[in-house]
């Protein structure tokens, strides 16, 4: 089984650029939380078709943002966007819709910079892993939407690089309500697909269980998933940990193949890096705490013993101390 080599087609390759179009002066602005690899790529994308995006974060992250910019390489379009990124300190009006994509470990204390009086009644849509998003939505009064990004970025030096094909955007919500509503109309020039999947909890086991995984895996190996697929103890190692993975998932959901699970792994960009071990380099701790916290929680409501999984917890926690 190989890895998917992306392969352009005539019309592809011949496909004229996106152009930027000019920023509405009209109706309330987008605003993003967090300076995180996903909400970069959203602002660009989303200001290159023409949307006025807000980005909140830090007084040293705004300034990187609003000097320098942000530069999006895609894979896919074989193009470079760049834009300059308008940025505050806090929310200074009712936002059209307001994107949580702030590491989860700087999420409740961003949201101080998020007005109940401001916020209103406009929709609230949050990346941010976390196993409960709840008290966002204690915080802000208003229901929070989940939301996964489908797709494969990594950021180094202002410099967002999407890796693969298209990426898509799962929605916890019908199609009807003002936030897919609100989503769709500010994707329709990006070039970001939109889905829905009005049950959260199959669209967050969905996703975890691919990112826990190989997260952990590589992690632990120090090796990217295309190397691990090549090499045949740690392909062993990966099937046995998707089995672990599976194994803790709610009974209330349909059961998850890992043997599907594992041709998704195979479609991931072969260039692509799950961004944890070099979490781990920096210190940064809320990726490994989230995926550790879900992993204990599930295993004792399903009284699973997970000895693979146990191993590589261990040894991520322990490259932890060592870095200290």
Same mark, same amino acid.
């Given at each position: 089984?190989?890895?998917?080599?992306?392969?352009?087609?005539?019309?592809?390759?011949?496909?004229?650029?996106?152009?930027?179009?000019?920023?509405?002066?009209?109706?309330?602005?987008?605003?993003?939380?967090?300076?995180?690899?996903?909400?970069?790529?959203?602002?660009?994308?989303?200001?290159?078709?023409?949307?006025?995006?807000?980005?909140?974060?830090?007084?040293?992250?705004?300034?990187?943002?609003?000097?320098?910019?942000?530069?999006?390489?895609?894979?896919?379009?074989?193009?470079?966007?760049?834009?300059?990124?308008?940025?505050?300190?806090?929310?200074?009006?009712?936002?059209?819709?307001?994107?949580?994509?702030?590491?989860?470990?700087?999420?409740?204390?961003?949201?101080?910079?998020?007005?109940?009086?401001?916020?209103?009644?406009?929709?609230?849509?949050?990346?941010?892993?976390?196993?409960?998003?709840?008290?966002?939505?204690?915080?802000?009064?208003?229901?929070?939407?989940?939301?996964?990004?489908?797709?494969?970025?990594?950021?180094?030096?202002?410099?967002?690089?999407?890796?693969?094909?298209?990426?898509?955007?799962?929605?916890?919500?019908?199609?009807?309500?003002?936030?897919?509503?609100?989503?769709?109309?500010?994707?329709?020039?990006?070039?970001?697909?939109?889905?829905?999947?009005?049950?959260?909890?199959?669209? $967050?086991? *969905?996703?975890? !269980?691919?990112?826990?995984?190989?997260? /952990? %895996?590589?992690?632990?190996?120090?090796?990217? #998933?295309?190397?691990?697929?090549?090499?045949?103890?740690?392909?062993?190692?990966?099937?046995?940990?998707?089995?672990?993975?599976?194994?803790?998932?709610?009974?209330?959901?349909?059961?998850?193949?890992?043997?599907?699970?594992?041709?998704?792994?195979?479609?991931?960009?072969?260039?692509?890096?799950?961004?944890?071990?070099?979490?781990?380099?920096?210190?940064?701790?809320?990726?490994?705490?989230?995926?550790?916290?879900?992993?204990?929680?599930?295993? $004792?409501? *399903?009284?699973? !013993?997970?000895?693979?999984?146990?191993? /590589? %917890?261990?040894?991520?926690?322990?490259?932890? #101390?060592?870095?200290?």
């Amino acid at each position: 089984m190989l890895f998917r080599k992306i392969t352009l087609s005539d019309k592809e390759k011949n496909e004229t650029p996106l152009q930027s179009q000019p920023i509405s002066a009209e109706g309330a602005p987008v605003y993003i939380l967090g300076d995180t690899a996903l909400a970069c790529f959203l602002a660009v994308k989303l200001i290159t078709a023409g949307h006025r995006v807000i980005v909140l974060a830090g007084p040293k992250e705004n300034t990187s943002l609003s000097t320098n910019g942000i530069t999006v390489k895609e894979d896919y379009q074989l193009q470079k966007l760049h834009s300059k990124i308008e940025t505050a300190l806090w929310l200074k009006e009712t936002p059209e819709l307001l994107i949580i994509a702030s590491r989860s470990s700087r999420t409740k204390a961003m949201l101080t910079a998020v007005s109940k009086n401001k916020i209103k009644n406009c929709p609230v849509i949050s990346f941010t892993r976390m196993k409960d998003k709840n008290f966002i939505s204690d915080i802000l009064g208003i229901p929070v939407i989940s939301a996964y990004f489908e797709g494969w970025l990594s950021d180094k030096n202002q410099i967002v690089t999407a890796y693969g094909r298209n990426p898509e955007i799962i929605l916890c919500a019908e199609t009807g309500s003002a936030a897919y509503q609100t989503m769709e109309k500010l994707l329709a020039d990006t070039r970001i697909g939109l889905r829905t999947n009005s049950l959260p909890l199959q669209a $967050f086991w *969905n996703s975890f !269980t691919v990112y826990a995984p190989c997260s /952990l %895996l590589s992690a632990a190996s120090g090796k990217s #998933i295309f190397d691990i697929t090549k090499n045949k103890e740690l392909r062993e190692q990966l099937q046995t940990l998707l089995k672990e993975i599976v194994s803790i998932t709610p009974r209330v959901l349909p059961p998850f193949d890992a043997d599907e699970l594992l041709k998704r792994i195979f479609n991931i960009p072969s260039s692509y890096n799950f961004p944890l071990a070099e979490q781990i380099r920096l210190h940064q701790t809320g990726d490994i705490d989230f995926i550790s916290s879900v992993i204990q929680e599930a295993s $004792f409501q *399903n009284k699973c !013993t997970l000895p693979l999984t146990g191993l /590589l %917890l261990k040894s991520i926690y322990e490259q932890i #101390i060592e870095r200290k």
